[in-house]
């Protein structure tokens, strides 16, 4: 077979079904009890969008390990590779695109649609949108294409003048080139002006997946910055702010009776709203007042969820307090181990990306010497900062869900969660998960040289007319970096400070 590494095949293919497996498990045990047996097809575009975004990720990784094909190779064409990397990078996220604009809205209007109206209807209204936005998006991209969807890489025009043949062949310090008196090459004394432009069309796919890019560096920007800083704080001082004994039955008593007048108050709430929805009173304060009512009913869940771990009741109550100490301690574990990884994350950012020349390669080089002790260590190793900073992304959402009014909030809970919730996070995954891959294909430009990302990401993207600039200067890393920053400022004065029970709400009229 020559450089086809049929074990590379193989791996893939099973890695693959596993995370197909993976995913339906998660949904399984994450959907809301009021899901079951019903809204198949949001539950599969969930799988199927969860898996693309899971694949993806790990598809850097198999990039480095598919260029492993050529390694003995004097140049990347001079072999077969085992896996046509490019086409499939383009082919997955083309899928990935079309799952972000069109099929998961699609599935969110179907499943949020008014229950009292026919399938039929139900249908014809979320397909009424999709077209929509499936119209203005090829109009936008197919005039942005004509316009500009070129690249333009910078060029160096070098020449030399012949000489006669030499009869014989002396370099020296003094004498580096072939010629009487030649201090240094034509090609190293070129002038500045030797620079011009080379312009070139790029392919469609490419253009998509650079568009999209911008799209999801945007949101990776904002949410992967807050993340990257309250997904492991967010942990620690929940441990800070844990009970440190159970309260009495009059405390608890108390307690229980401010939550359940809260209750009264935001069954109401949502009665009063549903009954303005019926009216087709569906403006700009009845949307404000849904969010409102959201993020209260989330406040509440967790006080009550607070309260039953500090007054644990039933024949197991002392193994209920126990188990509670235990999740705790877990979470002090898990945020310290999170915050090692997020300072790597931001320390690598800052000497590598940010500094020109870098100052180091740091994870680079730690991925490398990983992969010396043990050939896939590196590579998992590579592909856990990856999917750390998804997490990082949905993390930031939900603080800024909570902090912000125009941010809808939609929580993943065990056992707890909808179908709108899930397509909401799967949608946000998915977009941010491109972003990713070209914020990674940039930050381990020296473990993951010489990929087809690095082709799509490294060069195609970064040279792209009117889009080249957002990356010769950093902007998307400055800003991750300055949002991880004040993140770090505010949990730092703030997320000491135990929290009290949500108080009275008001709808806006």
């Not at 260029?67 to 140049?75: E, F, N, S, V």
């Not at 896996?83 to 990935?96: E, F, G, R, S, T």
């Not at 949905?394 to 009014?405: C, E, P, T, Y």
Request: proline share 3%; hydrophobic share 50%; charged share 15%.
């Amino acid at each position: 077979m020559g450089d086809f590494n049929l074990a590379l095949v193989i791996v893939a293919i099973i890695v693959c079904v596993l995370v197909f497996i993976f995913n339906l498990y998660l949904l399984v045990n994450y959907q809301h009890p009021d899901d079951a047996n019903q809204a198949y097809f949001p539950k599969f575009v969930v799988v199927l969008g969860l898996s693309v975004a899971a694949i993806s990720i790990l598809m850097l990784p198999a990039d480095v390990a598919n260029r492993q094909a050529c390694r003995h190779a004097i140049y990347n064409g001079a072999c077969n590779l085992t896996l046509p990397m490019k086409d499939l990078w383009l082919a997955i996220y083309i899928i990935d695109a079309i799952l972000v604009f069109f099929i998961i809205p699609f599935a969110m209007f179907y499943y949020e649609g008014d229950m009292d109206k026919s399938v039929w209807k139900r249908m014809k209204s979320s397909l009424l949108w999709v077209i929509t936005t499936a119209i203005v998006c090829a109009l936008v991209l197919g005039i942005l294409y004509g316009l500009v969807g070129k690249v333009d890489f910078t060029v160096r025009h070098l020449s030399s003048s012949t000489e006669p043949f030499p009869s014989n062949w002396e370099f020296t310090s003094g004498q580096q080139c072939v010629g009487s008196g030649a201090r240094q090459c034509s090609a190293y004394s070129a002038s500045d002006s030797s620079e011009t432009t080379w312009t070139m069309r790029t392919t469609f796919p490419e253009y998509v997946v650079a568009l999209a890019t911008i799209v999801g560096s945007v949101l990776f920007t904002i949410f992967g910055g807050v993340g990257i800083a309250c997904l492991p704080l967010g942990l620690i001082f929940s441990f800070l702010r844990r009970p440190k004994a159970v309260i009495t039955r009059s405390q608890y008593i108390k307690e229980a009776t401010e939550l359940s007048k809260k209750a009264r108050e935001l069954k109401k709430a949502a009665d009063t709203l549903h009954q303005e929805e019926r009216n087709g009173n569906k403006g700009r304060k009845w949307r404000k007042n849904v969010k409102t009512v959201e993020k209260e009913l989330l406040l509440l869940e967790e006080d009550v969820k607070a309260l039953e771990e500090m007054y644990p009741q039933g024949e197991k109550a002392e193994a209920s307090w126990a188990m509670t100490v235990l999740g705790y301690l877990a979470k002090l574990v898990l945020g310290v181990l999170g915050l090692i990884v997020s300072v790597a994350w931001i320390a690598h950012i800052v000497i590598y990306l940010l500094v020109d020349p870098p100052i180091s390669a740091f994870l680079n080089e730690i991925f490398i010497k990983l992969d010396d002790v043990w050939g896939l260590l590196g590579t998992a190793a590579f592909a856990f900062f990856c999917f750390y900073l998804l997490l990082a992304v949905i993390a930031g959402a939900m603080m800024l869900g909570l902090k912000l009014v125009f941010i809808t909030i939609h929580p993943m809970k065990w056992g707890a969660t909808l179908m709108n919730s899930f397509l909401f996070n799967v949608g946000l995954i998915l977009l941010c998960s491109i972003s990713v891959i070209q914020f990674c294909a940039t930050a381990f430009a020296y473990y993951a040289q010489a990929t087809a990302a690095q082709e799509i990401f490294g060069h195609t993207l970064q040279s792209l007319r009117g889009i080249k600039y957002l990356y010769k200067y950093n902007v998307f890393q400055i800003g991750f970096i300055v949002l991880a920053g004040l993140t770090f400022v505010y949990y730092s004065a703030f997320g000491w400070r135990r929290k009290k029970p949500s108080g009275r709400f008001q709808l806006s009229t």
